[in-house]
C-alpha cells in the first residue's frame, strides 16, 4: 500500500481495479492520485464478490486490523 500518509484520505475516491483473485477473494484498487489500496470481495456493494481488471469504481478508505488502511464499500461506476 502506497498511501503517502497514516490517515486516511477523505472520501470518496475515485479508482480503476488493478488486479483481483477469484481464487483468494482479495484484489487492489489504485486511485486518481495513484495510491494503491487493498480490498476483500466483501467491500463490493453489489454482493457479487467478484470484480474485473480495468473497472471503474467509487471507495472509501477504511482502517482494517492492525491500522492497515485498505478499500471499502467499493461501487462500479
Known amino acids: 500500500?502506497?498511501?503517502g500518509s497514516p490517515f486516511a484520505p477523505t472520501g470518496p475516491l475515485l479508482g480503476t481495479v488493478e488486479r483481483f483473485d477469484t481464487h483468494s477473494?482479495?484484489?487492489e484498487?489504485?486511485?486518481a492520485a495513484g495510491r494503491t489500496w487493498?480490498?476483500?470481495c466483501t467491500a463490493l456493494v453489489d454482493g457479487t464478490?467478484?470484480?474485473a481488471p480495468g473497472t471503474e469504481v467509487t471507495f472509501v478508505v477504511v482502517p482494517r486490523?492492525?491500522?492497515r488502511l485498505?478499500?471499502?464499500r467499493l461501487v462500479t461506476r
Open 65 to 67: 486490523n492492525g491500522g
Open 25 to 27: 477473494c482479495l484484489g
Open 29 to 31: 484498487v489504485v486511485d
Open 38 to 40: 487493498p480490498f476483500q
Open 1 to 3: 500500500m502506497e498511501s
Open 49 to 51: 464478490r467478484e470484480v
Open 70 to 72: 485498505e478499500a471499502d
